[in-house]
């Protein structure tokens, strides 16, 4: 049974006293990694998954969770995954191959029907309760701030993939009762990050000692947060069904790249000179965008 949390009223939050069955696929990625840890703060039952055991077996967590390893490439129709996976009351799936290459076809002719193929399974067998995470890239080249009610524009393989991904999921709510939270991640850092990832080369730059660090013009606005919190989120988001569909997992809040670096080194106390305009922008992405998270804050408030 989980905690039991009164307020002035003595009232108790049901949300905290049934204790859930949580599949997390994607389990000792980045963002997995946080969000086991995160729902290991609660009493729920956590059941983890991914495709290398040997990886899992390294975390702190893995003997506080349940773990069944799953490869994508040994996908078989005939197989009931919602069995596989224990029944699972809700699924925080995370599981998403190839990045951080956004360009690959892979995406679509690979992941694609990969991950539609599983989820379709999970559904139709009985799964009930489904958060998964999309990505800010399905708006495309729109600029400006973004809400959950604007036109998907992809114009990428994985921000396709992810879109069609989530097209196919709501054409399922049409023959299956399920509820859906597509969580649109923006921007976020923190311990564990791709080392390709900016705030990881810049780190790898200093410990060389180089003199000076390149990177873009820093010019784009974009929408960051600290994964720990993007952890956080996804899990207040996944417990809760008031609020479904589409929500963007971000800050609200519009920072220059150039800005996010400086203030990234101050807070570290550390010096390097940025070599501006070294690389050019990226082709994938608009130069000024972030979040609306007014369906995030309303969860967040209760």
């Keep these: 049974m989980g905690r039991q949390v009164c307020n002035s009223g003595s009232r108790i939050n049901p949300d905290l006293i049934i204790m859930k069955k949580i599949l997390v696929t994607g389990a000792t990625g980045f963002i997995g990694n946080y969000v086991i840890t995160d ?16 990886k899992a077996r390294k975390k702190d967590w893995f003997d506080k969770v349940q773990y069944i390893p799953f490869d994508f490439s040994q996908f078989n129709p005939s197989k009931n995954y919602y069995e596989f996976f224990q029944s699972p009351d809700l699924m925080i799936h995370l599981a998403w191959e190839g990045l951080p290459n956004y360009t690959s076809d892979f995406h679509l002719s690979v992941n694609l029907p990969r991950h539609e193929a599983l989820l379709t399974n999970l559904i139709r067998n009985g799964l009930k309760d489904l958060t998964i995470t999309g990505t800010c890239l399905e708006y495309g080249f729109q600029e400006g701030k973004l809400d959950e009610s604007m036109d998907t524009k992809p114009s990428n393989p994985y921000a396709i993939a992810k879109d069609r991904l989530r097209a196919k999921l709501e054409s399922l709510q049409n023959e299956n009762q399920f509820t859906l939270k597509w969580v649109r991640l923006f921007y976020m850092y923190g311990k564990g990050q791709n080392p390709n990832s900016l705030l990881s080369q810049l780190d790898a730059s200093m410990e060389r000692g180089d003199d000076s660090f390149n990177m873009s013009g820093g010019e784009q606005l974009r929408d960051y947060l600290p994964v720990e919190k993007v952890a956080e989120y996804i899990v207040r988001i996944a417990n809760q069904n008031e609020v479904t569909g589409v929500i963007n997992c971000s800050s609200g809040v519009p920072v220059k790249v150039k800005t996010f670096v400086e203030d990234y080194l101050n807070k570290k106390g550390k010096k390097i000179k940025l070599n501006l305009g070294y690389y050019p922008y990226a082709s994938y992405e608009p130069m000024e965008f972030w979040g609306d998270n007014s369906k995030l804050r309303s969860i967040l408030q209760h």
């Design 39 to 54: 729902l290991l703060k609660t009493n729920h039952k956590v059941i983890a998954s991914s495709v290398d055991s040997n």
